[in-house]
């Protein structure tokens, strides 16, 4: 079976713990977009284990990881992954493999994205990480793949097709002093050499896989309402993390997909600006945000929290086609005398229970809430659904019932084991 694991929130619902889970019962696993702006948390025996390129399920002995071509990669970023990896006693080994067609992040990418953020009125609050300006790039056709990386006399008129052009722009438009070829050059032919080894068709690979009947996760980065065309636009991310962005980002047909499994946090967070209508207040979103360690895992950065949006969750069910949804923190509800969830927005006295798409009114929009009672007592021990407390079962039913999607796992703490299935 092929499953897409999509996150239906701005990102950070909890998709590497679920990723991780599920990873055991496939063969190959595979990330198709975004870069190392994502952060993927596991914990297994106490050990943390933070991800931002290789697929999670790399802890999973004899699991092929792959990196689609959908992906952007900074080489850089990626070698020391597979170094922390290996001082921790995990070899990637064969079991790595990256889509020579995959862009790659150079330093000029990271510096124009920061410095793009200074000259913004509405700033985005990107991760500083260059993907924007490497997607850009891929679209405007002047990108460097993993496989010009092997191929010194092509790098080396490519990245002197791309500085000659943007040494001009960070001069004159940034007053940047711009960035010299031999440095770049040499480093990124020596990224290319190291990983000359795991660099290949991974789109041929796993279409292979699928003719030999395995399976595979697709894990999604990032969230639905981070998608570059389906998100708070322009309040998102470059690239297609909703789960069609699977089939482009692996080279994939749509119909070898079975099934998307959709992971949605017990509340909402967003990192970054952009609206976000059922936030909490300053006060109460520092208790949350506290309570539930919601601080970015690849820059720190405090996360906003709000309630239950099930106006976004029912939208990202639709575009995903979700038909089974992961409940993540459930446990950072506990001991909250109420909790709302919102289920319909209203704007200029009108009703919304779908998501509008202009912005300006998921801006200004006032969400409707339907109020429930909290529960008391500690949910991160329990393993069975019927030994949740009654009124955190009331709660998750409604949210089943308002998304009309069936909730198949509840996680209830961050480690490996702290997840009830249904
Ligand atoms: P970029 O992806 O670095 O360009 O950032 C664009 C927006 O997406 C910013 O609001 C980031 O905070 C957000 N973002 C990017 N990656 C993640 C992620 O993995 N989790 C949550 N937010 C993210």
């Given at each position: 079976m092929n499953i897409v694991i999509v996150g239906t929130q701005w990102g950070d619902e909890g998709k590497g713990k679920i990723i991780d889970l599920l990873s055991?019962?496939?063969?190959?696993?595979?990330?198709?977009?975004?870069?190392?702006?994502?952060?993927?948390?596991?914990?297994?025996?106490?050990?943390?284990?933070?991800?931002?390129?290789?697929?999670?399920?790399?802890?999973?002995?004899?699991?092929?990881?792959?990196?689609?071509?959908?992906?952007?990669?900074?080489?850089?970023?990626?070698?020391?992954?597979?170094?922390?990896?290996?001082?921790?006693?995990?070899?990637v080994n064969q079991r790595l493999k990256i889509s020579s067609l995959a862009h790659a992040i150079l330093p000029y990418h990271k510096i124009l994205d920061q410095l793009r953020e200074t000259k913004r009125t509405h700033k985005i609050g990107t991760t500083g990480r260059g993907i924007g300006p490497c997607y850009a790039d891929k679209i405007n056709r002047c990108g460097i793949r993993m496989v010009d990386l092997l191929n010194p006399a092509i790098f080396r008129e490519?990245?002197?097709?791309?500085?000659?052009?943007k040494n001009e722009i960070f001069k004159k438009v940034y007053r940047h002093p711009g960035f010299n070829f031999s440095p770049i050059y040499q480093d990124y032919l020596n990224y290319g050499k190291f990983l000359s080894r795991y660099i290949c068709n991974t789109a041929a690979l796993l279409n292979k896989a699928i003719r030999d009947k395995k399976d595979i996760l697709f894990e999604g980065a990032q969230g639905t309402f981070l998608d570059i065309d389906f998100g708070t636009y322009p309040f998102v991310t470059s690239s297609s993390a909703t789960a069609g962005g699977a089939c482009i980002g692996a080279g994939i047909s749509p119909v070898k997909i079975d099934k998307v499994v959709g992971v949605v946090k017990a509340y909402t967070t967003r990192v970054g600006e952009g609206p976000f209508p059922t936030e909490f207040p300053p006060v109460f979103g520092k208790f949350m945000r506290e309570k539930g360690s919601e601080f970015g895992a690849t820059t720190g950065r405090p996360r906003r929290c709000g309630w239950f949006d099930?106006?976004?969750?029912?939208?990202?069910?639709?575009?995903?086609?979700?038909?089974?949804?992961?409940?993540?923190?459930?446990?950072?509800?506990?001991?909250?005398?109420?909790?709302?969830?919102?289920?319909?927005?209203k704007y200029k006295g009108r009703l919304f229970k779908e998501l509008p798409q202009d912005l300006e009114a998921l801006r200004k929009a006032r969400p409707v809430y339907k109020e429930m009672p909290g529960w008391k007592g500690t949910t991160s021990k329990i393993r069975r659904y019927q030994d949740l407390p009654r009124n955190a079962r009331a709660y998750l039913f409604r949210l089943q019932d308002i998304l009309n999607t069936k909730i198949s796992m509840i996680s209830v703490g961050s480690s490996r084991e702290d997840i009830i299935f249904i």
């Open positions: 055991e019962k496939v063969d190959y696993i595979v990330r198709y977009q975004g870069g190392s702006n994502a952060g993927h948390t596991v914990v297994t025996n106490s050990k943390v284990y933070v991800f931002h390129l290789i697929p999670s399920g790399i802890l999973h002995k004899r699991k092929i990881c792959c990196i689609g071509n959908g992906v952007v990669v900074d080489p850089q970023a990626l070698i020391k992954e597979i170094q922390d990896l290996s001082s921790a006693g995990i070899y490519k990245l002197k097709d791309n500085l000659k052009e099930s106006v976004m969750v029912r939208e990202a069910i639709l575009l995903n086609h979700i038909l089974e949804l992961a409940i993540m923190k459930l446990d950072v509800l506990d001991g909250l005398e109420s909790l709302k969830i919102c289920i319909a927005y």
